[in-house]
């Protein structure tokens, strides 16, 4: 079977997906050759795109500086200073943004084209049937020959995980259909699961992909394999074996694992993974330990990026006593347990060198009508403990929620602002209502995408704070907070909060030095 990851997805890590996929199999005795398509279809733009006209003399220097830019992302130099690091980033997107037209967009993180709704079944499956419109046609026909040749699978899966994998992966799935008819295409990831959860879901692509998967791949994908023998799967984690791993845009490898799936917490009223269903299944304590251990030993990391919703309480508590060997991060619920602050110690010293905190909102009364389960002054001692120890936080609002108003999206700046030394990185969303969550049951829809893919919904807010007022707030007062302003500016463009640690480990965590930085660039 042939694992595929199709663009675009921020080329930081290799894909966690089909790595994990590829573990599972393996064990199992099933060859499984795997193909990061998203990180080599990305180098093949920038090696293969034309020399600009000389008039455009940004063009011109991001095209000639594209392969030391490349080299600086993959050092540590880039990262010891913010103009360095803006300056790679920013003129590697403008040569991927050369190989668009006004169509077609490609960037570090996104593919869009105005042709195709990646929303819409009607335009993917047109795609599949036209995968030269794809500006990756000439890689992807290039590439899938030599696969096909090398390893003549019987099976194809694509991970398709995010919204700006969709097109690229129909085009891909339209070109093995093509190439290789005969081949069983199988289809699963983070999109195809919200999709196949939806009560709108209607099984659109029953004719080009043989088989779509919802959730947790591997026990489904033994089965269609015809090699399921009925017994739990106990994986040893996930196969890094077949990736560039030199290749992705990071100074050293970040190696990406799970420590369960779903939520543990899962009852924020809000959450797409809620509406969903989706089930919480951790692995055990002992087992993260073994994995994390055995992947740390065979490939040597510079960073694990922890992928969990929130990473489970027992897990922090393992990591405290038993270190992983590496640096590490990921996100995790505010709560008691951060709160104390010889418990915060013991996590530094563990390796951690950021947190991801879904604050979501410095209203109390939001966060309670949201049953986020975060008390404001638990979450105050938490940001100061991680500040008082030296780990870096990313911490995410949410603005728009049916619970908020005006007055609360005051309060969220004013708690920002008092707690800004503690802040380090910050994430403003403004909310989308899922189709399927309880709360589209309360208030009055509106028309929000006439899609039969789109997950989410608009509605008319019932204290008037709709996506424009909530816009405007954000544009016209929060931003232009000094205090906020500086954790903004201090955001890395693109990779976001997957290149934040490695800036912090490089020593980019003073506020400070880092926003000076940035702003002189």
């Not at 309060?411 to 920002?416: E, M, S």
Request: with cysteine.
């Amino acid at each position: 079977m042939l694992l595929l990851s199709p663009p675009a997805a921020k080329p930081g890590e290799p894909p966690a997906g089909i790595a994990g996929l590829a573990g599972a199999l393996r064990q199992q005795g099933v060859t499984c050759p795997v193909a990061d398509l998203g990180l080599e279809g990305m180098l093949y733009l920038l090696q293969n795109s034309s020399e600009p006209d000389a008039r455009d003399r940004w063009a011109r220097r991001a095209w000639k500086n594209r392969e030391a830019n490349l080299r600086a992302l993959r050092s540590g130099d880039a990262y010891e200073n913010g103009s360095r690091y803006r300056k790679a980033v920013l003129e590697i997107g403008r040569v991927l943004a050369m190989a668009g037209d006004d169509r077609v967009r490609v960037s570090l993180a996104d593919y869009q084209d105005r042709r195709f709704s990646p929303t819409a079944s009607a335009d993917l499956l047109r795609m599949a049937g036209e995968p030269e419109a794809s500006v990756y046609y000439p890689f992807f026909r290039s590439r899938l020959i030599d696969l096909l040749e090398q390893h003549a699978p019987r099976y194809i899966g694509l991970s398709i995980n995010y919204l700006s994998q969709a097109l690229s992966g129909f085009a891909l799935i339209g070109l093995v259909r093509q190439l290789a008819p005969e081949v069983t295409v199988v289809a699963g990831g983070g999109l195809i699961t919200s999709w196949m959860c939806s009560s709108r879901w209607s099984e659109p692509f029953s004719g080009l992909i043989d088989y779509c998967i919802a959730g947790p791949g591997e026990g489904p994908l033994l089965e269609v394999l015809g090699c399921d023998d009925g017994h739990e799967i106990e994986a040893t984690g996930p196969d890094f074996s077949d990736l560039a791993l030199d290749d992705y845009l990071s100074p050293g490898l970040v190696l990406p694992y799970s420590c369960s799936s779903g939520c543990y917490w899962n009852r924020c009223s809000f959450c797409p993974e809620r509406a969903e269903g989706s089930r919480f299944r951790m692995k055990s304590p002992a087992r993260v330990r073994e994995e994390v251990g055995g992947l740390v030993t065979r490939y040597r990391p510079t960073l694990l990026h922890l992928l969990d919703n929130a990473v489970p309480p027992a897990v922090l508590a393992t990591f405290s006593v038993d270190h992983p060997g590496v640096p590490w991060y990921g996100f995790a619920r505010i709560s008691e347990q951060l709160a104390d602050l010889d418990f915060c110690r013991t996590l530094r010293a563990s390796g951690c060198v950021m947190l991801k905190l879904g604050l979501e909102s410095g209203s109390q009364r939001v966060l309670d009508r949201l049953d986020k389960g975060i008390d404001l002054q638990v979450a105050a001692r938490v940001l100061a403990n991680l500040r008082q120890v030296g780990i870096a936080t990313y911490v995410y609002l949410l603005f728009g929620t049916p619970a908020e108003d005006e007055s609360d999206a005051q309060q969220t700046l004013r708690f920002v602002c008092e707690h800004q030394r503690a802040i380090t990185f910050v994430n403003l969303a403004i909310f989308n209502m899922p189709l399927d969550s309880s709360e589209a049951r309360e208030v009055e829809l509106e028309p929000f995408s006439g899609d039969d893919l789109a997950l989410y919904t608009g509605f008319r807010h019932p204290r008037g704070w709709d996506r424009r007022r909530v816009r405007r707030f954000l544009d016209r007062e929060f931003r232009r907070q000094p205090q906020i302003a500086v954790i903004i500016r201090r955001d890395p463009p693109q990779f976001t909060s997957n290149h934040a640690p490695l800036l912090v480990m490089n020593g980019l965590d003073s506020a400070e030095r880092y926003s000076v930085t940035v702003g002189s660039s």
